[in-house]
């Protein structure tokens, strides 16, 4: 477990992190936590859900708001068998509505789309309508088809009650084309979502030629896919590199000490490469202390500097 952290698309959210670093049935190109270290489609009971269960209970009793309680992490969550009773456990504890981030891969399987029924939201990718672009982006496990997934995603549309808020990652010279972005556009006009959200590569990725759409292309493309659609503005930072939104995570900075906000900003760096904005925006700290922490972490060799785009980003070495 992590945070509470903000996010871009769900503001303050407790982490649930549920498999094990890099466990998934995708390698995406634009992947920020590095290549996939197993790539698989079986589920498994990999991460014991009373020990993550006991974590968030003790952490909202220390009295930490959030807008979220997110099962994600660093790798494909759907792929743990007992994340339907992982959401319960969840839903039994607190009020606070439960998302679920996801690659979207396994909603074919009835027992996939059953675990999933009790989260308030969903949110799956869908980078490709056609198969070339959906293998070259997402590189899935070779069993899994684009039309597993998006009929997987119509059956979940057709049984989930809940929100579905469908992200697309948009990578110049990969899934950005006229013809490809219409197949997108077929495929989402069959799931029905509530939300379509675009993103792009502004942190590094796994393949490190991906490059980021510039916000007017963006925007064409948004367009393009309908009036569902839009862009998840970077949450931290401006055009101009500057923070923009205050944290929201004070409480951790109020009541933490100096190694439980070390573990703090090497969960966050673990969950993506951030720079020293976002972990001072993020979490509520001063530069300094931002920058005293990652030094830290640095001299442990548990974290490394990256450049993407002219600007410096750390993440976690695992
Ligand atoms: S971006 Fe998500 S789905 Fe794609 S490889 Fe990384 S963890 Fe898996």
Not at 285 to 290: D, K, T, V
Request: hydrophobic fraction near 40%; charged fraction near 25%; glycine fraction near 8%.
């Amino acid at each position: 477990m992590y945070g509470p952290v903000p996010s871009r698309r769900l503001g303050l959210s407790y982490g649930v992190d549920i498999v094990p670093f890099k466990v998934c049935t995708l390698d995406c190109v634009y992947c920020q936590l590095g290549r996939t270290v197993e790539k698989t489609i079986e589920r498994k009971d990999f991460a014991p859900i009373e020990a993550i269960l006991a974590e968030l209970r003790e952490a909202l009793a220390e009295g930490a708001k959030a807008d979220f309680v997110t099962i994600g992490g660093s790798g494909e969550p759907t792929l743990h068998s007992r994340l339907g009773e992982l959401i319960d456990g969840i839903k039994g504890i607190t009020d606070i509505p439960t998302a679920l981030l996801t690659n979207g891969t396994l909603f074919e399987r009835r027992d996939v789309r059953g675990d999933c029924a009790r989260v308030d939201v969903l949110l799956p990718s869908l980078d490709a309508g056609d198969e070339q672009t959906f293998r070259r982006i997402d590189r899935p496990e070779p069993t899994i088809s684009v039309e597993n997934v998006i009929s997987g995603l119509c059956a979940l549309r057709e049984e989930f009650a809940g929100q579905i808020w469908i992200e697309v990652f948009l990578v110049p010279s990969i899934n950005t084309a006229p013809r490809q972005i219409a197949h997108i556009k077929e495929a989402i006009d069959r799931i029905r979502p509530d939300k379509v959200q675009l993103n792009t590569a502004v942190r590094p990725t796994a393949d490190p030629n991906v490059v980021k759409l510039n916000a007017e292309k963006l925007q064409e493309i948004a367009l393009r896919l309908g009036s569902g659609c839009e862009v998840v503005a970077d949450f931290s930072i401006a055009p101009n590199g500057q923070v923009t939104r205050g944290g929201g995570a004070d409480e951790l900075g109020m009541h933490f000490g100096v190694a439980e906000k070390r573990q703090t900003v090497l969960s966050m760096l673990k969950r993506r490469p951030c720079s020293l904005d976002d972990i001072s925006a993020g979490l509520s700290l001063s530069s300094s202390e931002a920058e005293k922490y990652v030094a830290q972490l640095q001299d442990r060799g548990l974290v490394q500097a990256t450049r993407k785009g002219g600007r410096v980003f750390f993440k976690s070495v695992s």
